[in-house]
């Protein structure tokens, strides 16, 4: 299954100035941990980074750095992890291993964001799939008591 199909759309996206007292209030309001820090070109987002509720913790609050003079351009990890949305499920979770992310940027060809996979959306997903097996299994073993009495 390809990652473009189970990513989440609507993805809450900050620019490199925004202050990091604003993501925070944008994690708030869309009650997420995370923000996706994007450049834009002709209504397109082309995501640079990602900024999370612990870069907040560990990056602005532990210091006590002024929320306000600082921006996520100043605090995201410059190297980007993102993956492209004709990518496999099993590939995803290979990739955020190797990469140890829990949260990837979901890109098009071109790389422009089209949604935003994490961690949580896999075991969903996986939890899923489990209980379609043990569905399968239960079926079974119903079918087989009733055809061998």
Do not use: Y
Not at 88 to 95: H, S
Not at 109 to 122: E, T, Y
Request: net charge negative; proline share 3%.
């Amino acid at each position: 299954m390809p990652i473009g199909e189970i990513c989440t759309r609507e993805v809450v996206v900050a620019s490199r100035d925004t202050s990091v007292l604003e993501a925070a209030q944008l994690m708030r309001q869309h009650h997420v941990g995370a923000l996706v820090v994007a450049d834009a070109t002709d209504g397109k987002r082309k995501p640079v980074g990602l900024i999370t509720d612990r870069d907040l913790v560990v990056e602005v609050m532990a210091p006590q750095v002024n929320p306000t003079s600082i921006t996520v351009g100043d605090i995201m990890l410059q190297e980007l992890s993102s993956i492209q949305e004709n990518s496999g499920v099993f590939e995803a979770v290979q990739f955020m291993r190797a990469k140890g992310v829990r949260r990837l940027p979901v890109v098009d060809k071109q790389g422009w964001l089209i949604g935003i996979v994490s961690m949580d959306d896999l075991l969903a997903l996986l939890a899923e799939e489990m209980n379609e097996m043990a569905g399968v299994i239960s079926h079974e073993q119903s079918k087989e008591t009733h055809t061998r009495h």
